[in-house]
């Protein structure tokens, strides 16, 4: 006799009480996240509608903090507004949870700002980035003193990743592989490998052997059944939502997680359980 089919997801999103209930926290914010508080402002000021209809209750932010990360008029204003870095975190503390982005090609530099910033000041992780401006593939050993110090602190760690047709577009970016071979060095470290790799049949399989990684769901197409292979290769409890809203539809990027047909239970972790479980050191340690 054939098994019984799994149930049908809903082909709507849930009501807000049902969001709500599942306690989300977003791993993936991309509002305008540079020295000029005013943009960011404005920016989120915009998106909040749309995030307390989903009942989102932290939102990770990427913050340049001066190590050639940003464009250099934002790059001066930093130097010449330092305050403006943490101006946002400052205006929404209950909802904003601050990472700041490193340069691994700057050890000296992001050892400083991890120790500033995370030691010393609000910010609770680290986000290396995948584009021109800063970047270096994550499998570098540039990177080994910088993970150890933010392991340290008990830092988060977001890496952007992604799986390319034409291959590397630029020389610093960084795949799924690259970042298996970065966690194999460090194995009682967890990273956070962004987008799932976007191609995530084989991102999925790249980092399926490092248990210390967990898979990021935005930024690539909702294709049916990404989900369901990410839960059947890793384990709910290596995956974790990101909106990557406002440049992403965000009722796309939550129909991932509420479309795949998994169960309640797993939806909880991804949606927040599993982000909260790798933040509560850092969080304890801010609170005292």
């Not at 010449?80 to 691994?104: D, F, Q, V």
């Not at 490092?210 to 290596?238: K, Q, W």
Request: aromatic letters at 6%; hydrophobic letters at 40%.
């Amino acid at each position: 006799m054939a098994p019984p089919n799994p149930p049908q997801p809903p082909l709507a999103l849930p009501s807000q009480e049902q969001l709500a209930r599942m306690e989300i926290w977003d791993s993936y914010f991309t509002a305008a996240t540079n020295a000029d508080g005013t943009r960011f402002a404005e920016e989120l000021k915009q998106a909040l509608p749309a995030i307390e209809l989903a009942s989102i209750r932290r939102l990770c932010v990427f913050l340049h903090v001066g190590l050639g990360t940003a464009d250099a008029a934002t790059e001066e204003r930093i130097r010449s507004h330092g305050e403006s870095i943490t101006a946002p975190l400052t205006h929404w503390p209950e909802r904003l949870l601050g990472m700041i982005r490193l340069n691994a090609n700057d050890v000296e530099g992001s050892l400083a700002a991890i120790d500033r910033w995370l030691g010393e000041g609000p910010m609770v992780g680290v986000y290396f980035p995948g584009g021109r401006l800063g970047a270096l593939t994550c499998s570098h050993r540039n990177f080994d003193p910088l993970v150890e110090r933010i392991a340290e602190l008990n830092g988060v760690i977001m890496q952007h990743t992604w799986f390319k047709s034409a291959g590397r577009q630029y020389p610093g970016e960084s795949t799924p592989s690259d970042l298996a071979a970065l966690a194999r060095r460090h194995p009682q470290v967890n990273f956070l490998c962004a987008h799932a790799g976007g191609e995530w049949e084989q991102g999925v399989r790249a980092i399926r052997s490092s248990p210390n990684i967990l898979a990021e769901t935005s930024g690539f197409d909702p294709t049916a059944g990404f989900l369901e292979m990410a839960v059947r290769e890793l384990g709910a409890e290596r995956i974790v939502f990101g909106s990557h809203f406002p440049s992403r539809s965000l009722g796309t990027e939550l129909g991932k997680v509420f479309g795949a047909r998994i169960t309640d239970d797993d939806r909880r972790k991804i949606l927040g359980g599993n982000l909260r479980r790798l933040l509560a050191p850092i969080l304890e340690t801010k609170s005292k």
